[in-house]
């Protein structure tokens, strides 16, 4: 029904703009109908539907782009309200994160020149590469990019987070200079596997779907097993400390607690629990005492490294904070640290999983890529 619906809200759109008044000739938009939706098993912050004219539509929450194909004639001059992307593609700026190992699994990395995250914060060894390579520069912050460098290189596309939203003059900007701004919304998607399949969208702008429907392919594959699987009954707490002392846990209903989930565990804490509020961070800070109260019997401790530095070893976290010599998880050594990478390897939800179902079920987990046991 919901697609039904999309397709509907497709033609009913341009059938609208065909009558706005601008160039309303009876051809000036024929083509423009759905001829194909492309299937999603997971997303559900984009849509992509293929149009009788060659073209892509694609609609990320609400917001649309119409996305040309190479040597396309199809005029575009009477469309209003929708970000036209001319491919092909190169020397993109991006400045969404979260994008990066998506376009670098499906083999369009080097279609993007210019980011907004430093060398030294990145954990992926492809974009490291890059850098090294002088494939790929650093052009300022996503609030104060360098307008000139990025216009000088000719750039077609600003792939961005919704932090510029927090910024919008920096759209405004980039989008006077004529360089069209994708905002993306894969960290929006609660499901681990749904945020991997946005590769499918990277695969449609670079030309690389056929790539991109095999990585969802293999990956979703791998996992199969698992995920018809029966549970465990582990019991797991995700969480830092910061540097007020507060515990920061992951909301219930994020990725991260769902990947706990799937793994065939459960996730410690729930929305009464942590008395959560209703918005976008997926993160929240708790007093040590209640999350002792919750936690301290949790089969399973994992330590979010990637944002604070690793645990070392137990003895270091149990002299730094006394309470965790108490924790059911520690005494049993099965405190897990993740590694940088985590994060930033969003391809990389399937093997976490596997990871995580190891842990849970008490396989050999001592050479792992995401997650790692520090010393007793």
């Known amino acids: 029904m919901g697609r039904l619906r999309s397709a509907f809200m497709v033609t009913a759109c341009f059938l609208l703009v065909s009558c706005s008044g601008r160039n309303t000739g009876s051809s000036a938009l024929s083509g423009f109908e759905v001829s194909e939706h492309i299937p999603l098993e997971h997303a559900e912050q984009f849509t992509a539907d293929r149009l009788e004219n060659g073209c892509t539509l694609v609609d990320i929450s609400g917001e649309k782009y119409l996305i040309k194909p190479e040597n396309s ?6 469309v209003k309200d929708m970000t036209i992307i001319e491919l092909p593609l190169e020397n993109v700026y991006c400045a969404a994160s979260s994008a990066m190992d998506l376009i670098d699994s499906a083999g369009a990395l080097d279609m993007v020149s210019m980011t907004s995250t430093q060398y030294n914060d ?3 060894d492809n974009v490291r590469w890059a850098f090294d390579e002088d494939m790929l520069v650093y052009v300022g912050k996503y609030s104060a990019p360098d307008y000139e460098y990025i216009l000088s290189e000719n750039c077609p596309l600003a792939i961005e987070s919704t932090m510029i939203y927090h910024s919008p003059q920096v759209k405004e900007k980039l989008e006077e200079l004529g360089i069209p701004v994708l905002v993306e919304r894969s960290s929006y998607e609660s499901d681990p596997l749904a945020r991997l399949e946005w590769i499918k969208l990277y695969g449609i702008l670079f030309g690389k779907e056929a790539e991109a429907e095999k990585c969802c392919k293999e990956n979703f594959d791998k996992i199969g097993d698992i995920l018809t699987g029966e549970g465990t009954g582990k019991k797991a707490a995700f969480f830092y400390i910061n540097s007020s002392g507060a515990v920061v846990v992951r909301k219930p209903d994020d990725y991260v607690a769902e990947m706990i989930r799937m793994a065939g565990g459960e996730y410690i804490f729930s929305r009464e629990d942590l008395n959560a509020e209703e918005n976008a961070l997926s993160t929240m800070s708790i007093q040590m005492e209640t999350f002792y109260e919750k936690a301290h019997d949790a089969d399973i401790l994992i330590y979010n490294s990637d ?13 730094r904070y006394p309470i ?16 940088k990478n985590l994060f930033q390897q969003t391809t990389g939800a399937a093997e976490v999983i596997m990871e995580l179902h190891d842990i849970f079920t008490d396989k050999d987990a001592d050479d792992m890529e995401f997650l790692f046991r520090p010393e007793a």
């Open 73 to 78: 004639d199809v005029d575009t001059s009477a």
């Open 122 to 124: 990145w954990g992926l």
């Open 307 to 319: 944002i604070v530095g690793k645990v070392d070893s137990l003895s270091e976290l149990v002299e």
């Open 324 to 339: 965790f010599g108490d924790f059911k998880a520690v005494r049993e050594n099965n405190l897990w640290c993740t590694e």
